[in-house]
């Protein structure tokens, strides 16, 4: 008793594979195979390049919130003086600060002074916001004190103010050369309150990585910040940094038990919420778009499909009156198309990596064939266009191609496995 071959045997392989590598001439369509192939190996490939460049700038972007800022602001509701004016300074700030540094999970806790002020020099002026810190405190800010991206040596803070790097390339300074600070809430006189001027040498010069704070912010010894903004004895925040960022809002009460009754808390994800929210938004927009483009893609499969079956119709009504059955048929044409998928998908998979992985040269190129100006950091809060390969990213993509790839191959190998041998053969 005969017995059907099994699923997928050599045979059906071998027709497959003859079906694809025929010419024009012998009834194929091979120059279909091929657009089929360089479309869906570009539609792959630009997938990948956009989860890639979305993974780097979420994650770069993140990275720079968290190696600059705080993770938790830590400030009270405040109270009313004796002025009648709103006081949110901190008087016990060395206490709170040691009960904050005690929350388990929290690795830093830093009383803060904060102020802006008008900076000048050789001419050149503009706004900064001045943050009055320890020094020690000032050398654990992961962005801050990186030694492959700054000038200077944070053991000699204390003697002066350091800058960022976008402000010293303002004001045209560098290690050494004086600052004027100029803040209008100065000294208070019986006529009024006086601007108050003051002249820093520049010590440390650092690139966080994020174009507004390299732009904007300057960091003053912790006393001489009290001094300067007239807050002898009190603090305007707390800083504290904790172990794992992404668990902070888990660690909102312990902090609020510690801090006090009057104590407020601002954590880098409401700073940065809104922000990351957008681009959760056009991470979901863009795959929405991209996986459409590798779905036309796909579809090329089932035009050339369609002229495959159409121009083997002869053959295909041979192999079925040789005893060959609908399920032969159907895997023979499922495999034709399925083939064009997978290497199109590989090849895909390949270039995809290789733009991501050596991204910096390429944009680089593009950048100066296009005479500079391409990514501005003004815009874009970060100097580079980043890429990160994750593995989630390449595995969702591959599977998204090879599925449509799979999915629309069966339509028109159906149609060929329903194909009547005698229709076929009639005019032959």
């Known amino acids: 008793m005969a017995t059907s071959p099994k699923p997928f045997a050599p045979f059906e392989w071998m027709i497959a594979w003859r079906y694809l590598r025929a010419r024009r001439a012998e009834g194929g369509v091979s ?13 792959v490939a630009a997938l990948i390049i956009t989860l890639a460049v979305r993974a780097g700038f979420r994650t770069e972007f993140v990275d720079t919130i968290l190696g600059a ?12 003086n004796e002025a009648g004016q709103l006081d949110r300074t901190i008087p016990d700030y060395q206490a709170m600060a ?11 806790a830093a009383p803060l002074v904060k102020g802006q002020v008008m900076a000048s020099a050789f001419g050149a002026t503009t706004g900064v916001e001045v943050f009055g810190i320890a020094g020690a405190d000032l050398a654990t800010i992961p962005r801050v004190a990186n030694a492959e991206t700054s000038q200077g040596d944070l053991g000699n803070f204390d003697a ?9 390339r303002s004001l045209n300074v560098t290690l050494g050369d004086r600052v004027k600070l100029i803040s209008p809430d100065g000294v208070k006189t019986a006529f009024g309150t006086s601007p108050r001027v003051k002249t820093y040498e520049v010590t440390y010069i650092f690139t966080a990585g994020r174009y507004d704070i390299d732009q904007t912010r300057v ?11 007239n807050r002898e004895g009190v603090a305007d925040e707390i800083e504290v940094m904790v172990e794992h960022p ?6 909102g009460l312990d902090l609020l038990r510690a801090a006090g009754d009057r104590a407020l808390l601002w954590t880098w994800r409401d700073s940065a919420g809104a922000f990351l929210r957008a681009l959760d938004i056009e991470d979901n927009v863009m795959f929405i778009i991209l996986s459409v483009l590798v779905l036309i893609a796909s579809m090329n499969i089932v035009s050339g499909l369609i002229m495959l079956v159409k121009n083997k119709g002869r053959d295909i009504g041979i192999l079925r009156t040789m005893g060959l059955t609908e399920g032969s048929v159907l895997r023979v044409f499922f495999l034709c198309g399925a083939s064009t998928g997978l290497i199109g998908t590989a090849i895909g998979l390949v270039l995809g990596c290789l733009f991501a992985i050596y991204i910096d040269p390429i944009f680089a190129l593009v950048d100066r064939l296009s005479g500079g100006g391409v990514w501005d950091p003004s815009i874009r809060n970060i100097y580079a266009l980043p890429a990160q390969l994750k593995l989630g990213d390449v595995l969702a993509a591959v599977s998204l191609s090879l599925g449509l790839s799979f999915i629309v191959t069966i339509f028109p190998a159906r149609r060929a496995a329903r194909m009547n041998p005698v229709e076929a053969l009639r005019y032959e």
């Open 31 to 43: 120059v279909m195979t091929w657009i089929s192939l360089i479309g869906i190996s570009l539609a």
């Open 69 to 80: 800022n705080a993770h938790v602001t830590v400030y009270t509701a405040g109270q009313t």
């Open 98 to 108: 040691e009960r904050l540094a005690q929350v388990p999970g929290v690795t830093r």
């Open 160 to 168: 002066g103010i350091a800058l960022g790097s976008g402000i010293a």
């Open 219 to 229: 960091y003053m010894p912790f006393a001489e910040a009290q001094s300067y903004f």
């Open 246 to 251: 992404e668990t902070v809002d888990e660690m």
